[in-house]
């Protein structure tokens, strides 16, 4: 990604989420892509940053001239948290993100880990996995207790961000999980990412979500060392959480509270599909993980030995500008 404040492009980001959700309407209005003619047009991408193959539904309807054919709709009735107006979804399905940025679903090997916070504060356990995005995983519970937070819902991005020792110990544990996990000194880069996880409380945010799926809360660090903690949530950490939910034990598993409800037989084959809902400051992410039967590590320590293989989510996009720009 490239950075706005400084003339340098981080690499070890990985893809993002909301960026793919822009590339299939974009892929439509420039013409790289031929609309179907019908209410949705499936845009077919495949990232040269991690090799992962997405698919954006996208909605397009009559332009009203008889001559201009279709064109992308971009008014709907999503809301996204965090976005100021509805519009209509653009739904992202991805695939092959199993270790998008490591080569392992679970980069360390463990489905719990246990990093040191430093500065005498102690051990906390950690669940780190590569799914979409590499995601360090960490109990709220046990670690904003020793920084003065009594629960999760106190930490909101004003006091984290000024809170220096948090994010120097969270900055601490990134580090060490990065070479752990095989992704080296990730000092100055913002990837592996670290999320403080805990069991969903209505006050986290101001709508009550879905209570049919698995809910838990987060809090997520765009990089922890910049003392910069995401406002929402970021689409591939919510896959990430997601395929941690399947797990038999864990981080995420701990703040589910209970045994992820599973759709079977997806697709006709022996599979499984786990929907969750992620709460943050600002609301709720909703996400849908596939899974399929493998004899292959480390599915053994996965539900029904299923190891994560696709995720679906919805999102919104709207056009800003366009126009050209000499350099």
Do not use: W
């Amino acid at each position: 990604q490239c950075r706005v404040g400084e003339a340098s492009v981080d690499h070890s980001h990985g893809d993002c989420g909301n960026m793919l959700a822009a590339v299939g309407p974009f892929a439509l209005e420039c013409g790289l892509v031929k609309m179907s003619g019908g209410p949705t047009t499936r845009v077919n991408i495949h990232s040269l940053n991690t090799g992962a193959v997405y698919s954006a539904d996208v909605l397009t309807e009559d332009g009203g001239d008889g001559d201009s054919g279709p064109i992308v709709r971009y008014d709907g009735a999503l809301e996204m948290p965090g976005v100021p107006s509805p519009g209509a979804p653009v739904t992202i399905t991805t695939h092959g993100i199993a270790g998008s940025q490591t080569g392992k679903l679970l980069p360390t090997g463990n489905d719990l880990d246990v990093f040191d916070l430093g500065e005498g504060l102690g051990e906390v356990s950690a669940t780190i996995v590569d799914f979409a995005r590499a995601l360090i995983m960490l109990d709220a519970r046990e670690v904003l207790p020793r920084f003065g937070y009594p629960s999760l819902q106190e930490a909101s991005k004003e006091r984290v961000e000024a809170d220096a020792s948090l994010c120097a110990a969270l900055e601490r544990v990134r580090r060490a999980a990065s070479m752990a996990m095989g992704m080296g000194d990730c000092a100055g880069k913002d990837a592996p990412k670290v999320a403080l996880l805990a069991p969903h409380e209505a006050s986290d945010s101001s709508d009550v979500g879905d209570r049919s799926i698995g809910m838990l809360a987060c809090r997520y660090f765009v990089n922890p060392g910049r003392s910069e903690m995401h406002p929402t949530l970021a689409m591939t950490a919510a896959q990430a959480i997601g395929a941690a939910c399947l797990l038999k034990r864990g981080v995420a598993r701990s703040a589910l509270g209970t045994r992820p409800l599973l759709v079977t037989d997806i697709e006709g084959e022996t599979s499984a599909q786990g929907s969750f809902s992620i709460s943050h400051p600002q609301g709720f992410l909703p996400v849908d993980v596939v899974a399929k039967a493998s004899s292959r590590a480390p599915a053994e320590s996965f539900e029904r030995e299923c190891l994560p293989t696709s995720a679906s989510y919805a999102t919104t996009v709207r056009p800003i500008a366009s126009g050209d720009a000499v350099v």
